[in-house]
């Protein structure tokens, strides 16, 4: 059990990451923090899940 919840973790921190270096393709204007941190909930809404995907590519 406890390498699935290390292996949860790197992903969070993977995704974090990855949004947050990508944050400026996004069209949010603030909240880094906030959606960085939130992006596992937010994944489901759609126009954050287009915004994400912008972040993540580049």
Do not use: C, D, H
């Not at 290390?6 to 992903?11: G, N």
């Amino acid at each position: 059990m406890e390498i699935a919840g290390v292996i949860a973790l790197v992903v969070y921190g993977a995704g974090i990451w990855k949004f947050w270096t990508g944050f400026r393709r996004t069209n949010f204007s603030q909240g880094r923090l906030y959606l960085s941190l939130l992006w596992p909930v937010l994944i489901f809404n759609k126009p954050y899940r287009q915004n994400f995907n912008k972040a993540l590519k580049g």
